[in-house]
Structure formats: C-alpha cells, structure tokens
C-alpha cells in the first residue's frame, strides 16, 4: 500500500508559480499497477520522484508498509568518478542487498564489458540507463516506480529490459508514466490522473485513460494548468 496524505509540492516556473500536487490524499493498493496518466509538465515525473523519497513535498507524506523503488532507469544518483561497478556496489550497500551478487547480475544484464569498470562520467547516455536499469532490475522492490522505462537502449535492449520487467511484475505492483497507451493497457489494471494539482484514482483503467484523452483534447490555459 502507497498513501499520500495531503501531500503538497508547489515551485515557481518562468515567473510563475506552478502547482504540482495541491493537497492530494490517495491510497494505491499493495500489488496493484497503477498507470499515471497526465498532460506534459502537468508533473507526474515530480510526483513520481516524491512518492520514490527524492524529491521532498512543501507539505504532508507519503506512507507505504512495503519497499519502494527509486524511478526504474533513472542515473541520477550514480557518483561519477566511481566506476560502473562502484556505483552499484554502493546502491547495494545502501538497500542491503548482497553486493557481489548485484554487480554480478548487472555486469550480465547491462552488457558494458569493459565499461563497467570505467568511471561513470565517461559514460554515453545510453551506457548510463544501461547501468540504471540493470541496478533497478537486480533489486526486489514491493512497488516499482516506472518513467518511460521502454525509452531504454536500443531495440534489442529494450526488449530485454521489457521482459525482465515483466517478470518482476508477477510478484510487485507499479506506478506507471508513459506516453503510450499500449504500454499502459500492457503493464497496469489501474489509473491515476493529475491535472491541475489534484489526482484522481480511477480501479478501472479505461476510465482513466478516457478523462486522460479528454484533457488532451482541452488546451491548457482553458484548463488552467
């Protein structure tokens, strides 16, 4: 179980002030796969972020009784002066997690070879995701936090990525962010819009998806975000 109580995150953007969540209270069930639709720069990327512990709310919580992810593929914590191998030596450490086996598992599923020994600043962005999703996939989390996890590699890659996700998925739930609905309709059996601040929770995935695309369909400054 995920909960968010009154959680509150608000920034100034170009001048303005520009709402995120707006108070929002919620409660995604344990096991559940949650696609979490919205408009570009409505901030579901910053919402992810905040229910992932990275990103701190101005106000109010979120609580959860099992073990969450950082945003599956995401690079942004590895230190750059430390190796490939380094690095995920450290995120074992700090998840409690054997670290011989991690660097083990994402030397096989990233396929840097050589690389992986190097320093990470020397890294090509797609090296860095390489390693990203390696590291998120080597460790068993209860929720997975999910940002376009598909955009990863190359085709080959990716579809390698896609089937080890799968499989996780058999045993954890997901909070989604995706721009394509196929992916959505593949991977979660339920929905979470957020417009303007506020977040609404739909357990029947298609009704999410239809107030999603009749946002869309509203320019923004007709819907004020």
Known sequence: MIRLENLTKAYRLKGRRHVVADALNAEFPTGASVALLGRNGAGK?????MIAG?????????VSDGTISWPVGFAGSFHGELTGAQNVRFVARIYGVDTDELVDYVAEFSELGAHYHQPFASYSSGMRSRLAMGTSMGIHFDTYLVDEVTSVGDAEFRAKSQRVFNDRMSTSGAIVVSHSMPMIRQMCNMGAVLEGGQLRVFYNLEDAIALHESILRVPPNVAGD
Request: aromatic share 0%; net charge positive.
């Open 45 to 49: 990327s910053t919402l992810l972020k």
């Open 54 to 62: 990275t990103v701190s709310p101005n106000s109010g919580r979120v």
